[in-house]
Structures are given as C-alpha cells and as structure tokens.
C-alpha cells in the first residue's frame, strides 16, 4: 500500500490484536477524510457517508448539485466515528456509526441502540438491506468478542447475531463488506468466505476446501452472468469457477493498481468497476484497465448508478467523485458542503496528476486565522512556476474568509508545454509547494 491511510484503514488479521488497542488514542486523531459507503434511492439521488474534517460524520445526499447534509455528530451529541450508510426499499436512510444505528424516514432522524454495546473503536463498517432485514458488518468486532455480523428484521426491530457461539462463523476475524444475492448473504472475511442463509452463517470458501491462493477475502461479487469474483486483501480480484479452478488478475500480470480491492460493481454493459488502494480500474473483456492516473489516493468504494456513471469513494480528502466510463483523461469531484470551516492550513495535491490540459487544486482556509486583516480574511496567493522557478500563471491573489477552497488550473490558457511545474500557497504565515506534471 502506497501511503499512511491505507494503514490506518485496513489491518491485516496476523498483526498483533494489542497493538491495535494500543494505536487507539493516536488513531482518533489522525483520522483521514473517507468516503465508504455509496448507494442510490428510487429517484437516483445519491447517499453516501463520510467521515469528515477530523471530527464529524456525515451522511449526505445528493442530486444534480443539490445536497443535503446532515451531521450525525452533532444531530445526536456523539463523539465522531467511521460511518456508513444504505437506503432501503422505501428509501429512508439508514446510518451505522459505532454503537449506534441511524435511521432517517424522510423528515426525521432516530437512534437505535445495537444489540451489544460499548465497542472500544469500530473502523470499516458495511449496512445492506435484503426485504424485511438490515445486515451490518463491523470490521474489528470480534477482536472485541462481539458478533461482526449482526441482522436487524425491520418490521418488528428484532436482533440477530451470527457468531462461532451460535453458527459456523469464524471468531477472531477482519470482516469486509455484505454482497445480497436472492437470499443469500455474502460476506468476505479473513478467514474465507462466509455464506450468512437464514439463522446460520458458516465459511464456504477458503483455503482449507479449496486451492484458492489467499483467504483473506474482502468483497465479493456475482456478475449479471452469474460469474464470482474475489476482491481479496493482498492477491488482486480472482475469479472463483470451482474451488480448484480460479483466475487470478493482479498487479503483477495486469494492470491492476492494487492488490487490495476494496469494493466491486458493474456496470450495464457487464464490466466490472474495482476500488483499489492506489486507485480505480475496470475489468473489460476480460482485460483489466487502469484509471489509477486519475486519482492520487485509495478508492475505499465504487458503486455504478442506472446511468452507467461509476460514482467513487475516496480517502484522503474524502471526495465524492463521478466517472462517465468514456471520457479516459477526466473525472469529476463533486464538491462537498459539509457546513464546517477547517481547522488548519492544507494544500492538497492536484486531481488528476499527470493532466491535461486541466486540473484541480483544492486548499483550507482555516476558522483560526493567524492574521491581522479586517474582516477575518487572510491575504492568499496560488501561482503556478516552472523548474526554473520562473512563474508562469497566478491563480489566486485576494483576500478570503475561512473555508474549503478549489480552483481549475488550465495550461492550455499559458501556451505551457509537458514536463513538471509547482504550485505554491502562501496564506498568512502559511506556505506549501506541491509538484504537477502536465502531459501532453
């Protein structure tokens, strides 16, 4: 994995179980901005959750520019935690953040309590909902002897755990994210694969009934033509025939990014959308494309709405991003309103990088500005130079208030040619330069 998120948001089930209660302090507050759950209701609108800003989450729902944002943190006088979020049949909107499940029915929000309680931290979480019941896995649970997969029937508000104490579930497992076919549950672990049917659940695929090199397993998925496919932790996306006939795509043989794959989804025309820790790729005719170069963080979820656009869920500045699946060279950030103002000074890096002709700078201007102008705003200045050091465009130069900031640099507007430039910011007392390379 190529940065320090990807460590902060998977473990691997070998590491020491007490070095992750150990990490807990530090962690809370290094948490990076994630998106991780995505889904659509009947009218299309898209509904995603985020942990945001180091110290709120958010569920949000979008349409066509349009959001509404509604701050679970301080709606229900919680601390902040990883969150996700689903949308049932009847489009209310469900929320899961540690101990606590959320449910939104069109005008208001409610709490309900879960079975079990007083989870020390919970970090990847997945809700689905299959007719009458919401399932909800929780990634670190059974570290904490709790159930990682737990059912909510929705008609009476009834609970329903699946542990090894009352089915063939695994104890002292990582758990990844649900996959619903018919009535069967999917549930990828790092001790296989988990088939949740009724009130049983029990491991049918690992490396004890099969050859399957790995059974740290993820995400699962079956396409339209009923093909199954792996997303595992450390060996790419596998397509499962048999358990003793698989096909393996990772970044050794293909162009897949990252050998962790996060999440899958396809589209109409039956290819396969995978979020990866280094990025998105597309498996099309049995070849996997890369879009890797459109992003510069982990791709945590990927979900494609009944237009065929491919709707992505970032870490790092946990971005809502879209993607037509035509326009190869471009990607869309769907800017976030999350009704705070930044705590600190940051200059994130372009998107995408390598460009062109265009790209995206995004920076903070925080609530607490270290400066005597009037009127709470701080002198910034964006410019753009060249190796030499020659500056070749200005940005930004005026006053601004607090806020969350973005701006498009157009090279083609100063006659630039390929190779690597800077961007620098200086607001306030603040100063940060970031590389770009632009090619043409």
């Not at 904490?144 to 002292?172: C, G, M």
């Not at 659940?201 to 993820?218: E, P």
């Amino acid at each position: 994995m190529s940065n320090n998120y990807s460590f902060l948001f998977k473990h691997k089930i070998y590491v020491l179980q007490f070095v992750f209660c150990l990490l807990f302090t530090a962690e809370i507050f290094s948490q990076a901005n994630l998106i991780q759950s995505i889904d659509f209701d009947s009218q299309n609108r898209v509904v995603y959750a985020l942990t945001g800003n180091y110290d709120s989450s958010y569920v949000v729902r979008y349409d066509n520019g349009n959001k509404e944002i509604w701050n679970l943190t301080q709606l229900f006088n919680q601390p902040f935690f990883w969150i996700s979020s689903c949308v049932d049949n009847n489009d209310n909107i469900w929320a899961f953040m540690q101990n606590y499940l959320y449910k939104f029915d069109g005008s208001n929000w409610s709490q309900i309590p879960l079975p079990d309680s007083n989870l020390f931290y919970l970090k990847f979480s997945d809700l689905a909902v299959n007719n009458d019941y919401l399932f909800l896995t929780r990634m670190h649970a059974s570290i904490y002897y709790q159930p990682a997969l737990i059912r909510l029937k929705l008609s009476d508000n009834t609970w329903k755990v699946f542990d090894h104490n009352n089915s063939n579930y695994p104890e002292n497992v990582l758990t990844g994210r649900i996959f619903i076919k018919g009535d069967s549950v999917f549930v990828g672990t790092t001790k296989g694969l988990v088939l949740a049917y009724g009130d049983s659940a029990k491991v049918i695929l690992d490396t004890a009934n099969s050859n399957l090199s790995t059974q740290s397993i993820f995400c699962f998925y079956i396409d339209s033509q009923n093909r199954k496919w792996l997303g595992t932790f450390d060996n790419g996306l596998i397509e499962w025939n048999d358990n003793f006939n698989f096909r393996y795509f990772n970044n050794s043989n293909s162009a897949l990014p990252n050998n962790f794959i996060n999440a899958i989804d396809e589209d109409s025309d039956g290819n396969l959308w995978l979020a990866t820790d280094e990025g998105f790729a597309c498996l099309k005719n049995d070849t996997i494309i890369s879009y890797s170069n459109l992003v510069n963080s982990p791709i945590i979820e990927v979900k494609v709405d009944n237009q065929n656009r491919v709707w992505l869920g970032e870490l790092g500045d946990g971005r809502l991003l879209v993607f037509d699946g035509n326009n190869l060279n471009s990607i869309t950030d769907v800017l976030q309103e999350y009704n705070y103002l930044p705590e600190d000074f940051t200059l994130s890096q372009n998107y995408p990088n390598p460009f062109n002709p265009s790209t995206k700078i995004r920076y903070n201007i925080p609530s607490v500005i270290l400066s005597s102008s009037k009127d709470d705003k701080v002198g910034v200045t964006l410019k753009v130079y060249d190796v030499l050091g020659n500056e070749v465009a200005t940005l930004v130069n005026e006053n601004k208030p607090a806020g969350v900031y973005e701006i498009e640099f157009n090279a083609s507007k100063y006659n630039l040619t390929s190779g690597i430039y800077f961007y620098k910011l200086v607001a306030g007392s603040f100063v940060q330069t970031k590389k770009m390379i632009l090619t043409k």
